[in-house]
């Protein structure tokens, strides 16, 4: 009977190795991956909140590293995985065993497959560089946002969530596609410290301390815009005060409000799937 046991015990032990091992293979064949599907996700959970389309593209700085990951360019953004995602290197030169192509720009572009990083790719390597705080860069062509770029009216917070907001959300005066270092530095220049910009007559950027937060605030900027045009249509708009910001911001901005917009829009996706 007590030898029985031992061997029950023993088997289980080598069981418990074996998957623990097996796990950490896996891990060590990809330590990305879990990174890699959640760009994927929020990539396609903007499509269904009309803020990506043919075009736009999420990105995510793998920590500790000077690497990215960032949504293919070549590829229907509602159809991207995490298979799809694409990993790009800020500045330096390609080490390693891994394959890698150089853009135009002779930035070193990490891939094993057949994807390519958004041409745009410059708008996230330039807040990268110039924002070691940022962890997320989110490029979105959001309807309601976008006007103010072409009006230059400045977009003012008029909701909770648009609190965060209060300091301003700057416009890039440039028209076209930031696809240089330069235009890419000043775009990030213009973004300063905030948490978003407009790019004038196209899209908008956004940068969080997580993708969670940066997936966040894209949602809040163009709930944000929205309500202020239909305000500003039916009457005088009456800014938040300090204080009002103040307190908005704690309650529309914590973790706990950021994980649940990210979980709101994550059912739906698995709803959407399943249908």
Do not use: C
Request: hydrophobic fraction near 40%.
């Amino acid at each position: 009977m007590i030898r029985s046991r031992r061997l029950y015990r023993l088997a289980l032990l080598v069981i418990g190795l074996t998957v623990s091992m097996g796990s950490l293979l896996l891990y060590s064949q990809d330590p990305d991956s879990v990174l890699k599907a959640n760009v994927a996700l929020a990539t396609r959970m903007l499509v269904r909140a009309r803020m990506l389309d043919q075009s736009g593209h999420v990105s995510a700085r793998i920590p500790g590293t000077n690497r990215v990951l960032i949504s293919p360019g070549n590829l229907s953004r509602n159809l991207v995985t995490a298979e799809d995602i694409v990993t790009i290197d800020l500045d330096t030169p390609a080490s390693g065993e891994q394959s890698f192509w150089r853009d135009v720009q002779n930035r070193v572009v990490w891939h094993t497959g057949g994807e390519l990083p958004p041409g745009e790719g410059e708008i996230h390597t330039a807040i990268y560089r110039a924002r070691p705080d940022v962890m997320s860069v989110i490029h979105t062509h959001p309807v309601h946002s976008v006007v103010f770029s072409v009006t230059m009216k400045p977009i003012v917070p008029v909701t909770i969530h648009g609190a965060v907001f209060s300091e301003g959300v700057p416009v890039f005066p440039y028209v076209g596609h930031v696809n240089t270092r330069q235009l890419g530095n000043e775009l990030a220049k213009t973004l300063g410290n905030r948490h978003a910009a407009l790019i004038r007559m196209h899209g908008a950027v956004i940068a969080g301390d997580s993708l969670e937060q940066a997936f966040a605030a894209a949602i809040f900027l163009e709930e944000n815009a929205e309500k202020q045009l239909w305000a500003e249509a039916t009457g005088t708009v009456h800014p938040m005060t300090p204080e009002e910001v103040k307190r908005a911001i704690e309650l529309g901005f914590d973790r706990q409000s950021i994980e649940k917009v990210w979980q709101y829009y994550a059912d739906n996706e698995s709803t959407e799937e399943t249908e």
